[in-house]
Structure formats: C-alpha cells, structure tokens
C-alpha cells in the first residue's frame, strides 16, 4: 500500500482496471494507501505490544471488513484483482475476528 501512496495512479490502474481523474480522486487514493500502510505497521508493531494486540485488531477488522463490503457490495466485485483482495481481507478478517473471541 505504501507503493499507492506513492504511485496512485498507476497501482489503481494495475488493481482495478481505471484510471483516476482530478486531484481528488488522487488524494483520495493516496490517503487510502498510507492509512492501510499505517494500520499493517500498527500490526506488526502490536505483535510485540501486547496491550496494543486487542484494540489494533478491532481498528484493522473494521477497516478490513469495510473494504470486503466496498469491493462486494459494488460493482467493484467484477474486477477480479478487486475480489481477490476483497477476499483475501475477508479471511484476515474472520481470522482476527477468531483470536478476538478466543480461538
């Protein structure tokens, strides 16, 4: 994600199959990879914290299954790279979803 920070235009061309258009679209899509960067170093981060696992998990299941309602709850779920991550964040998910209960 860090790469759509820095190239947005060319990584949602390669994920999605569009193109951006206007500066903020570009905005958008940069913000959107530096968050999920921000929340995958909080994870690692928190895998050595223990009083951060709980709560960085909360934040990275919400972020995760608003993702998969995005991709699958829109057209975007036609795009096959789109469902491959959608999916993909779906089973992080159900496995974060797992150790929060307890599994």
């Known amino acids: 994600m860090l790469a759509q920070f820095i190239a947005p235009e060319w990584m949602i061309r390669r994920a999605y199959g569009e193109t951006l258009s206007g500066e903020a679209a ?7 990879g530096l968050l999920l960067f921000c929340v995958g170093m909080l994870l690692v981060y928190s895998a050595f914290h ?3 696992r709980r709560p960085t998990v909360v934040i990275a299941s919400v972020e995760k299954a608003g ?6 709850g829109t057209s975007l779920r036609h795009s096959r ?3 491959l991550m ?3 964040d779906a ?3 159900l ?9």
């Open 26 to 32: 570009t905005g958008m899509a940069r913000h959107w």
């Open 67 to 72: 993702f998969v309602a995005c991709v699958f």
């Open 91 to 93: 089973a992080m998910t």
């Open 81 to 83: 790279i789109a469902s």
């Open 50 to 52: 223990p009083v951060l």
């Open 95 to 103: 496995v974060y979803m797992l150790y929060l209960f307890g599994f």
């Open 86 to 88: 959608a999916t993909g």
